[in-house]
């Protein structure tokens, strides 16, 4: 069975693979003025329903309750639920601007392009930054009956998934990789040398529970 850790980490990976196609959507916007209706729905259906929706319910109903019961300090959490809720928005923002940049009205098409180019760099450095700084936690705090409780609570969470299997939303990232050409491949989530090369998440900073010897920083 895969760890907590594991899980988390495959889905920012998917996630980030999927914040590519995004891009890469946004990309062709700007060099032809026009979007990719078919590729676009596909996209935000998998970050509805799975990244905006599975991967951080379980976060927010199951990973960072434990994480709080083993001593990560509150405002640590509250960072990441911010980080959260801005990812909500701009998704939002793509939904509310979609049906006008589909008709090819040039405001809504800007502005789905500039909350689409949001949303991809806010998902990669959510997810470097729950990489870098939040999993390593994980991995020292959480005791075996911790992780069994979590997981079945991922379990339960991958269970209610809108389409019902994670299989679909993997070919749905898929299917928009392929018909986007082969070059897809995530931008980020990077090492931590490399995403602090490119002005990305600094793995120095701030998630360490209270009382923490390593590195803490209030
Ligand atoms: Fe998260
Ligand atoms: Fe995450």
């Not at 070919?171 to 990077?190: D, E, F, K, N, Y």
Request: hydrophobic fraction near 40%; glycine fraction near 6%.
């Amino acid at each position: 069975m895969k760890k907590v850790t594991e899980v988390l980490r495959d889905e920012h990976c998917l996630i980030a693979r999927a914040a590519a196609c995004l891009d890469r959507v946004a990309d062709e916007v700007l060099a032809t003025d026009d979007l990719r209706v078919v590729v676009a729905l596909d996209l935000l259906e998998f970050f509805e329903d799975f990244a905006d929706g599975a991967h951080q319910e379980k976060e927010e109903r199951h990973l960072f309750p434990a994480l709080l019961r083993l001593g990560l300090a509150k405002h640590r959490v509250f960072e990441l639920l911010d980080d959260h809720e801005n990812e909500r928005e701009a998704l939002r923002s793509m939904w509310r601007n979609l049906e006008g940049a589909a008709c090819g009205d040039p405001l809504s098409l800007d502005d789905f392009v500039r909350f689409a180019v949001e949303y991809a760099a806010d998902q990669r450095r959510h997810a470097d930054k729950e990489n870098h700084v939040l999993l390593p936690l994980v991995e020292e705090l959480m005791d075996a009956d911790t992780e069994r409780r979590v997981l079945a609570g991922f379990r339960e969470i991958d269970s209610k998934l809108p389409r019902k299997t994670r299989a679909h939303y993997v070919a749905l990232v898929q299917r928009a990789a392929r018909r986007l050409g082969s070059q897809i491949a995530p931008r980020g989530v990077t090492s931590a040398r490399r995403g602090a090369a490119r002005g990305g998440y600094r793995p120095s900073a701030t998630l360490r529970p209270r009382g923490s010897s390593r590195g803490a920083r209030s």
